[in-house]
């Protein structure tokens, strides 16, 4: 049964009875449930307001950057251009290109407050309003802040900033139960708040309404939000910010639900060409049954948003022969917003690291990490077992560093790592962990191992990880919008987190299903797709190669073989080169084991069946 903004579940009330919840004595009595009993939400934009047209001038000999009516002094040194904003506000670094007409770099924003980081993305400013001083050529000199160089006394270069939102969106629905008390649970999309919340029933009185844990041993559970009830709107503090939920009315549609409302009809459309250089096509041509994925996508819109636990798919889609066939989003998600890809995006890393080596940047797989961490040479009365750290074993999670994602007292862990205050370098914190093990000797998954191969890349090119990743990756494969998250040091994090619209974050999987390249541009190496996409260690009792999984599937009397880009919550990028196949979910249910049903369940029970074999020749 769908929950429907003003009925009571018989599904839920009977699930209350069996495990004993305590009923609740309330002033308000039934009261309450007529205020109550129904579907909430409350959505707030947390910003950022600095955004739109971004200029910078030099009139005079001087250069300064405008923008949301903010000014800044901009530094010209050579053909990097860089300045802050006042208080924090934003900052932009970037280098001129094609003779200065155009100023390519990164945009910084403020730190959100759903995460408390910064996000750094593409900017580009094109040159307008002035021309080269006659006879001098396109090429100008070292221009700094005191005019130097061979520019007219005047010019601009103008773009638009266009920071990712931060916003939080809360779901409250409360339902009847059999012995009069009121059940509840709060839903979030963003950070799946709700589920460390565990909220399991709603008390009132008077104007006072209190989310409520459940109690132990029939006990009285503990207080874990309290707000105030008045003229409808119900204001409650959740997350250190005051949200207003307003009560959806019957049959108001809500994004609470997969596609609006408790029940939708569906009908298959292709996917539509974009910019984004994705070729497109039908199911139909890439030998997939539509009526299978026509039943599939019917199943996603028909799931139950009946408790926190509940399967909350952002988006799927699907590409066959390189063509995508399949895309279809969920929850008020939608093509054109960027989605967190969590862990999935260690798979960026490797990705990154192939194209470095392929590019010449002076490293290998067999590179010493703590050589080139130290500008070339090892540190003095180093361990034999940190001088035998190399690349390949940051790749494979088999470091021998002391760091452990799922054990909290491990110090290298990547929350420990990342709410510890007394060393904000997180290069260095990893670096100066103990060794527990002969690198090499065991895989044991930890953050720290991708984001410190990042820094080996950054400092082995001598560039930023943000201009190489641009460069190297982005421009081929036609990624034009994402955002990197920040470290404390302004480094890009390398061990997930980074945002990318769904369309692009799936070319990672293509770039590997084509043996390295995109659109006929060699990106990897066949050998380094090779290795990337093989069992090469064994990790939480699956395969694991360079920063992707590795796995099989039953498969028409046969197994396949499989890689995927996973991510807490449901972010999924797999490829099955037998099938020449490639499938991509995102999704919500951050630390929630649902989160692993579309790699477990959907993926071999509806759309592997609706896959023809053999598959069509190209």
Known sequence: MRSRPNLFLAGLALVAAATGTPALSTPDGGAAAVELAGLWEAKQRLGPDIRGPLRIDRSGGEWRAEIAGLSAPVRVTGETVAFEMPSGKGQFRGRFERGRERIAGFWTQPKTRQLGTRFASPLTLARSGAAERSGSGSRAGSGTSSGSGTLSDSGTWSGEVVPLE?????????????????????????????RFLNVDHVEKESERVRLVGKGEAGGKGEVLAEGV?????????????????????????SDFYPRGLPAASYRYMPPPAGPDGWPTGTLEEAGISRDAMERFVRMLIATPMDSV????????????????VLEEYFHGEHRDMPHDTRSASKSLTSTLAGAAILAGVPIATSTPVYRVMNGGSFPRDLDPRNRALTVEHLLTMSSGLDCDDRDPDSPGNEDVMQNQEKEPDYYRYTLDLKMIRDPGQKAVYCSVNSNLLGGVLARAAARPLPELFGELVAAPLEIRQYFLNLTPTGDAYMGGGVRFLPRDFMKFGQLLLNGGTWKGRRVLSAEWVRR????????????????????????????????????????VVMGIPELDLLIAFYGGNYSDPVLYVPQQVYVPEWILPAVESPPPLR
């Open 166 to 194: 931060d916003q939080m969106r809360f779901y409250l629905m409360i339902t009847g139960r059999p012995d009069g008390s009121l059940g509840a649970f709060v839903r979030n999309p963003e950070r799946n708040a709700g």
């Open 229 to 253: 009830l008045r003229d409808g709107t119900l204001s409650m503090q959740l997350r250190g910010s005051t949200f207003d939920f307003e009560r959806v009315a019957a049959g108001q549609p």
């Open 309 to 324: 636990h509940a399967s909350e798919i952002h988006g799927v889609l699907i590409a066959r022969h390189g063509k995508l």
């Open 532 to 571: 990337a996409a093989s069992p090469l260690v064994e990790l939480r009792e699956m395969h694991y190669g360079y920063f992707w999984w590795v796995t099989e599937y039953p498969y028409q009397g046969r197994r396949v073989r499989a890689f995927f880009a996973g991510g807490n919550g449901g972010q």
